[in-house]
Nanobody
Framework: HVQLVESGGGSVQAGGSLRLSCVASGYTLPMNMGWFRRLPGQEREGIGSIDSDGITTYADSLKARFTISKDKAKDTVYLQMNSLKPEDTATYSC????????????????????WGQGTQVTVS
């Protein structure tokens, strides 16, 4: 039973930073991991991903401020968010796709099998 659990969300003032964590459990093989967010009243959008080799991909609009990393020993993926803006207010979720990766699009939510419950980030 694979489980993804996000943490680190909360309220922050504009210009501040937050680091979200996503702990994966119940699966021993490396997976492609992604971060997504859903802004109020909008569709979920891809933020970026980190693959099993540590290669990252980002949405162009966010790559200047957001960074994804992982700690293999802790089975944890991080989303570092800097220079936060009120328009970054959203529910942030991590996702995972186990191998094999067939025509995998790291920013396409439909390509991920597993999802966390999400964590709320509010920027004021």
């Amino acid at each position: 039973h694979v489980q993804l659990v996000e943490s680190g969300g909360g309220s922050v003032q504009a210009g501040g930073s937050l680091r979200l964590s996503c702990v994966a459990s119940g699966y021993t093989l490396p997976m492609n991991m992604g971060w997504f967010r859903r802004l109020p009243g909008q569709e979920r959008e891809g933020i970026g991903s980190i693959d099993s080799d540590g290669i990252t991909t980002y949405a162009d609009s966010l790559k200047a401020r957001f960074t994804i990393s992982k700690d293999k020993a802790k089975d944890t993926v991080y989303l570092q968010m800097n220079s936060l803006k009120p328009e970054d207010t959203a529910t942030y979720s991590c996702a995972a796709e186990p191998p094999p990766y067939v025509d995998f699009d790291p920013l396409n939510q439909g390509d991920y099998m597993l999802w966390g419950q999400g964590t709320q980030v509010t920027v004021s």
